[in-house]
């Protein structure tokens, strides 16, 4: 199975500030990696898939980038309604597995 | 509007069985694979099981190989996990998604299983 590592598990920052969290596979991926934003009680939502495209309907303060084995998701001005758990997937090999998340709380 | 709508989760027993159902419209169900997918309380996202768009050909978790069957009726299009010989550690909720080698860009709300005596 390939092996997500995703950092930071949780992360405090402030209203418009530029946010990042990586994720590294344990093997290549090229760029068959996906982004989900979920908020307590809800399903995830998908924001980028394919590293670095942006879902239809999703603000432009949210982008991908990276292939290989790093990736980087980046929420350039946070907003008080990206408060939610972050998750990276890889689905270049079966099984798809996740990132172990990344916790966005507001400072 | 693509809807995927999870039904049949509820407590059970060590050792019981649950079939969950997922109901799917707004989409040609027949065209896509289809996914489950599970959240333990206050965990990370599982991957659980997978099917073919015809149904031909199913994946399963190590963790649930053996135990749980993914199987779709295209005619009424829906998607089943069976679960069988439940363990506490399968307590989750577990939700449907469209697609599997691809992002999954349509999530049902989930349904609550948990194991429990």
């Known amino acids: 199975d390939i092996h997500m590592t995703q950092s930071p598990s949780s992360l405090s920052a402030s209203v418009g500030d530029r946010v990042t969290i990586t994720c590294q596979a344990s093997q290549d991926i090229i760029n068959y990696l996906n982004w989900y934003q979920q908020k307590p009680g809800k399903a995830p939502k998908l924001l980028i898939y394919d590293a670095s495209n942006l879902e239809t309907g999703v603000p432009s303060r949210f982008s991908g980038s990276g292939s290989g084995t790093d990736f980087t998701f980046t929420i350039s001005s946070l907003q008080p309604e990206d408060i939610a758990t972050y998750y990276c997937q890889q689905y270049h090999n079966l099984p798809p597995t996740f990132g172990q998340g990344t916790k966005l709380e507001i400072k | 509007e693509v809807q995927l709508l999870e039904s049949g989760g509820g407590l059970v027993q060590p050792g019981g069985s649950l079939r969950l159902s997922c109901a799917a419209s707004?989409?040609?169900?027949?065209?896509?694979?289809m996914t489950w997918v599970r959240q333990a309380p206050g965990k990370g996202l599982e991957w659980v099981s997978a099917?073919?768009?015809?149904?031909?050909?199913?994946y399963h978790a190590d963790s649930v190989k053996g135990r749980f069957t993914i199987s779709r009726d295209n005619s009424k299009n829906t998607l089943w996990l069976q679960m069988n010989s439940l363990r506490v550690e399968d307590t989750a909720v577990y939700y449907c998604?469209?697609?599997?080698?691809?992002?999954?860009?349509?999530w049902g709300q989930g349904t609550l299983v948990t194991v429990s005596s």
């Open positions: 998604a469209k697609g599997v080698d691809s992002a999954w860009s349509h």
């Open positions: 099917i073919s768009g015809s149904g031909e050909n199913t």
């Open positions: 707004g989409f040609t169900f027949s065209n896509y694979a």
